[in-house]
């Protein structure tokens, strides 16, 4: 009997941890279990490693936010195939190489996609390394509940359930909190030109940030990591792609031609095309010069994203869009 009374004095006690973190992994935006679908896309450099551990999937697309906002819902919805975004806002080259080998040591590799521009190339300001931080989070259960962050980011996602869930009930769509999730495909469909006066500012503030991080613009040190890569991807029969995404017209003028670095990019454009399949994108072309597109110096609108999706994932053809493999693009030299 005092056995028995032991036990259930004990279970008594473990009863609100075992309820707190039931609530916990029911609420926490990064899909631990990858049961929900419902990480949030700022938590991607975790809840990615962790859709990696849980489904073991063939298609990767890593990156920065060029080409982390295009939806993988809409890929599929296009014919585009099933594909985890392994890119998040913010990621360096660094990082997108460093998940690279991480995810070629968990998960049989069918296919990969590097979204790359001329900024994320340069090997001079890209230097953070937060993939083991990342790592250690999606693979350590205990490191990643002790995380007060984690339980911030929990309370106020159930929070905003329960405010959708009010809305739902009573229409009331101003008690709904929206989290900014650029590779959503619900928003804000104006024109730039109307986003409450910060367009243009923003097309400024992009140059000005960028300038400086350019100086002294070098990639070879990057181009030589890639090609271990490429060498890897064609001794395992992994299909690899590169995808150069665009800039504005304002970024070519006070960046790209201000310091000069035209010749850099020839190198890493040639370097690649006569190594894998790229989609080359980067180009001060009408596209760049096109106003309409952008919402900043390097982002999209959503419609352009959609349109991106369809070019890079889909095979549509765009009169902006170069695509070569390795033999055609020798070919064009004989």
């Known amino acids: 009997m005092k056995k028995h009374h032991v036990i259930r004095k004990l279970l008594c006690l473990a009863l609100p941890f075992v309820l707190l973190f039931a609530w916990f992994f029911a609420f926490e935006p990064y899909d631990w279990f990858g049961l929900k679908g419902d990480a949030w896309y700022m938590n991607r450099a975790i809840s990615s490693k962790r859709?990696?551990?849980?489904r073991h999937p063939e298609n990767?697309?890593?990156?920065?936010?060029?080409?982390?906002?295009?939806?993988?819902?809409?890929?599929a919805s296009v014919g585009g195939g099933d594909?985890?975004?392994?890119?998040?806002?913010?990621?360096?080259?660094?990082?997108?190489?460093?998940?690279?080998?991480?995810?070629?040591?968990?998960?049989?590799?069918?296919?990969?996609?590097f979204g790359l521009t001329f900024y994320s190339l340069n090997d001079g300001h890209y230097s953070e390394g937060r993939h083991e931080e990342a790592v250690r989070m999606a693979t350590d259960p205990w490191a990643f509940v002790k995380d007060f962050v984690h339980w911030d980011e929990t309370f106020l996602n159930c929070?905003?359930?329960?405010?959708?869930?009010?809305?739902?009930?009573?229409?009331r769509e101003d008690l709904r909190i929206r989290l900014d999730d650029p590779s959503s495909l619900d928003q804000d469909t104006r024109p730039p030109e109307e986003y409450d006066g910060q367009y243009r500012k923003d097309l400024l503030n992009y140059v000005n940030f960028i300038l400086p991080e350019c100086q002294n613009y070098s990639c070879y040190n990057y181009c030589q990591r890639l090609e271990e890569v490429i060498?890897?991807?064609?001794?395992?029969?992994?299909?690899?792609?590169?995808?150069?995404?665009?800039?504005?017209?304002?970024v070519w003028e006070k960046v790209i031609y201000a310091l000069g670095i035209q010749g850099q990019m020839n190198f890493y454009k040639d370097f690649l095309k006569t190594r894998a399949e790229v989609i080359d994108l980067e180009a001060d072309n009408e596209a760049a010069h096109d106003d309409g597109l952008f919402i900043d110096g390097f982002h999209v609108v959503l419609e352009e994203k959609l349109h991106l999706a369809r070019i890079i994932f889909a095979g549509e053809e765009c009169a902006y869009a170069q695509v070569s493999t390795p033999d055609t693009y020798v070919s064009t030299f004989r």
């Open 60 to 75: 990767l697309i890593f990156g920065d936010s060029h080409i982390a906002n295009l939806n993988t819902d809409y890929i």
């Open 159 to 171: 929070r905003i359930r329960i405010r959708d869930l009010i809305a739902d009930r009573t229409g």
């Open 51 to 54: 859709e990696v551990l849980n």
């Open 83 to 113: 594909w985890t975004m392994m890119a998040y806002g913010g990621a360096t080259l660094n990082e997108n190489i460093q998940d690279f080998w991480w995810a070629a040591e968990h998960t049989k590799i069918r296919r990969v996609v």
């Open 231 to 250: 060498r890897y991807c064609d001794e395992n029969g992994i299909e690899i792609r590169f995808v150069l995404f665009n800039s504005n017209w304002t």
